[in-house]
């Protein structure tokens, strides 16, 4: 018997584009448009989105022509998720001068694979051979059952015959729009500063002032949070293997997390950050002079970067990305995969009791239990448990374990009490 959650795949009418295809489980659906640059242009969790689209472009297509129109209206920034190759730059040859871009940004991908297999749904698309970068592109979008995670495989091919040195650039823009137009304040990116960064102060300023207050350094949690004020700029982490977002809306709580590998002692591009977060919105000057009075497309970035590979003719590289959205409050302190961490699981002591807390938000249904165990490695199961669902949150307090613990961890199991993993433990208490 199929589970209420096995994933689906149709072909629809989204905002216009008759080519779109939506997948779908009854917790997430995710629509691709292949002749819109291969873009996810949605992601939702219920009646939560969380990608940006320009309405104002909605349904469009236009000319080769038109997409590489320079000026203001030049570049069609449908918003979504895309692929681009880095590193981008305009004056030098070895880098890519777009968007605009009639090829890789906003050209028309072959649809190569449509369908469900083995209780995967998956689409796959291809652009068009890219003359400039001598790349093409591949992008995999897979939904599986019971779950609010999606994957996107993406594969950079060197189609020319000559050597070609690229990263793979995959780039989702998240809406921060309210309701009235204006940028909204409660959306927040959260970046993981490693302790080995190369970089001084663990991040690397890349676009606007070193003052800007979106930047706000959480060294107690490690982390560098962007708040958005609808002000540009950009920076740049090395060494991270996540990205998280939240929003509060009407709705409620949510979060968007991107969890990646990285690949110790590669070059990457960008001064060496493998993941970036830019703040879209009008400059300094356009704020200080007047010119952002009529500015509209308010959205955040999470960026992620392959190495930078020489490719040989016919090689190719890759990019793996597991996405993950929950209701979750903000602010994030961490991921798993089985979900993100508002608040880690904590142990506090209330007279002479322990007692556990914590808040997290879930990717998988099942049951949540915790777990503890002893200095000689002798665990139990505590009560109370919690049967959680995919895309939900889960938060307790005051949750009493035994007095002896020495390790505690909350784990998931399946509804066949097959383990799952970890959500968050502590140990060594």
Known sequence: M???YDPTIESINFRGWDDALRLSNGIVSLVAVPGIGGRIIAYDLANQPYFF??????????????????????????????????????????????????????????????GVVEGVAAVTMRSQPDPYTGTQITRRLSLGADTSTAHLHIEMQN???????????????LDCTTA???PDPACTIYLPLDRHSRFAAGYHLMVGPSDNPSWQ???????????????????????????????????????????????DGE????????????????????????????FKLWYMEMEVLSPLRSLAPGARQSLDIDWGVAACPGPLVGVSPLGCINRPLTISRVGNDLVASGSFGLFYPGMAVLIASNAAGEQCHLEPRWTVSAGRPLLFDGVHIPIDTANLSLALFNIDGRVLGEIDATRGL
């Open 180 to 182: 009235e137009g204006q």
């Open 217 to 263: 350094p959480d060294l107690a949690h490690g982390l560098l949070t962007a708040h958005y004020l609808g002000r540009m700029g950009k920076v740049g982490v090395d060494r991270a293997t996540w990205l998280g977002f939240t929003r509060r809306t009407s709705l409620g709580d949510y979060a968007f997390i991107e969890r990646f590998a990285y690949e």
């Open 2 to 4: 199929g589970s209420a």
């Open 267 to 294: 070059t990457y591009p960008d001064g060496e950050v493998n993941s970036e977060c830019w703040l879209n919105g009008p400059s300094d000057e356009q704020l200080n002079d007047g010119s952002a009075a009529d």
């Open 159 to 173: 189609v020319s015959d000559k050597p070609v040195r690229w990263s793979v650039w995959d780039v989702a823009q």
């Open 53 to 114: 689209l320009d309405p104002a472009l909605a349904g469009q297509l236009f000319t080769p022509e038109q997409h590489i129109e320079r000026g203001p209206f030049g570049w069609k920034n449908y918003g979504g998720d895309k692929t681009w190759p880095a590193p981008q730059g305009w004056p030098e040859r070895d880098k890519w001068p777009g968007p605009p871009d009639p090829v890789l940004d906003s050209g028309r991908f072959e649809l190569i694979e449509c």
